[in-house]
Structures are given as structure tokens and as C-alpha cells.
């Protein structure tokens, strides 16, 4: 008898222990739960910061580097292209391309939404560029380039937290390259890679 009464009180004392938790847990809950919902939301304002960064880049254009290129060509047939330049004016972007033939320097520019095509600039070379010199020396190698979203992935690769707004494809020696701009809050970074391998060059922070 004594061993079962024994029990009920330590069934009974446990009743009223796990009662008076009740309140607590709850309040626990509450309290914890605006926390995690506000982890989640900034864990999806990060997301969304770094979705934006990609997305402000080149992969809304709707006229494509090929295309700007093809469209380009179709112009100067008889030229080769000596450097594309893509910046924004004005909130629209624009392809500036540049070619030479055995005369002449062309200079282009494409509006990257409308592939609206319009002559910039042109004018003789000088004469020691002249009979295919300047194009021997100074035309890029279009031959089995990455696209733009593959180079935009590899500059954000180096400034994780940036934007880029500018993108420059250049020669140097042999080796044709894009110089890409990436703005990171008060830092403008340049990132050079290579146009066919995709190999970071070089990383300049401007000062």
C-alpha cells in the first residue's frame, strides 16, 4: 500500500511539473519563431541580392553577343573586328564594335534590346595600319568564344557581392580577353579573363 501511494504522488507531482512547462514551451515557441522566420528572410534577401546582381548583367539582353556580331559583319563583310565594347547609356545597353579593313577604321553601335544598328565613326587609317596591317596585329580571335553569361559567372566568381556594368573584349599579344567591370559598394573591380579558356587573367581593384 505504501509502495502504491508512493507511486501516485511521484505520478501526481509529475502531472503538475509537465503543467507548469506548458506555458513556457509555448512562450519558447513564440519567441523563436519570429526569429527563424527572420532568418529565412534574410537568407532569401540574400538570395535575391545575388539573383540580382547576375540577372542586372548581360543575360536580359535580348540581342545576344552573336547576334551583335553577326550584325556587325553583315555591315563590313570584307573588315575584322578589333574590339567590342558593352556599357550602359541611359538605363539601355549598347554593343560598340570596332573593325578595320585594309583602309579603314569602322566603329558601330548596337542597341542590345533592339538590335538597332547604327554607324558611329569612320575614317581612314593611317598609313603605316594601312594594306592589312592593323588588322593583322589587332583583329580579335572570335573563334570559340564562352558566352556572356559564362564570363559574367566567372567575374561574380571573384567579387561574389557585385554588379557588373561594364564588359570590354580586347587583344593582347595573342590572347584575346575580357576586361569585365564589377562595381562592389564604393570598389570598381576589373577582372580580366580569357575570352576562349575562361582562365582569370588578372584582378585589378581601382582605387
Not at 114 to 139: K, P
Request: proline share 1%.
Amino acid at each position: 500500500m505504501k509502495k502504491t501511494m508512493t507511486t501516485l504522488f511521484a505520478l501526481s507531482a509529475l502531472g503538475v511539473l509537465l503543467a507548469g512547462c506548458g506555458p513556457n514551451n509555448d512562450e519558447l515557441q513564440s519567441n523563436t519563431t519570429p526569429e527563424s522566420s527572420s532568418t529565412a528572410s534574410n537568407q532569401s534577401a540574400q538570395t535575391s541580392a545575388t539573383s540580382t546582381a547576375a540577372s542586372s548583367s548581360s543575360d536580359a539582353f535580348t540581342i545576344t553577343l552573336a547576334d551583335a556580331i553577326s550584325i556587325y559583319q553583315e555591315q563590313y563583310a570584307d573588315s575584322d573586328i578589333t574590339s567590342i565594347d558593352i556599357n550602359d547609356r541611359l538605363g539601355n545597353y549598347y554593343y560598340e564594335i570596332t573593325g578595320v579593313d585594309d583602309n579603314k577604321e569602322y566603329e558601330i553601335d548596337i542597341d542590345a534590346t533592339t538590335g538597332e544598328f547604327q554607324l558611329d565613326r569612320e575614317e581612314d587609317l593611317d598609313h603605316d595600319e594601312r594594306d592589312g596591317v592593323e588588322r593583322r596585329e589587332e583583329a580579335l580571335n572570335l573563334d570559340n568564344l564562352l558566352s556572356l553569361a559564362e564570363i559574367n559567372k566567372i567575374a561574380l566568381s571573384e567579387v561574389p557581392n557585385g554588379t557588373i556594368t561594364e564588359w570590354s573584349l580586347e587583344k593582347e599579344l595573342s590572347t584575346t580577353y575580357w576586361e569585365v567591370s564589377v562595381r562592389d559598394n564604393s570598389r570598381e573591380v576589373n577582372v580580366s579573363i580569357d575570352a576562349q579558356s575562361g582562365n582569370v587573367l588578372e584582378t585589378e581593384v581601382d582605387d
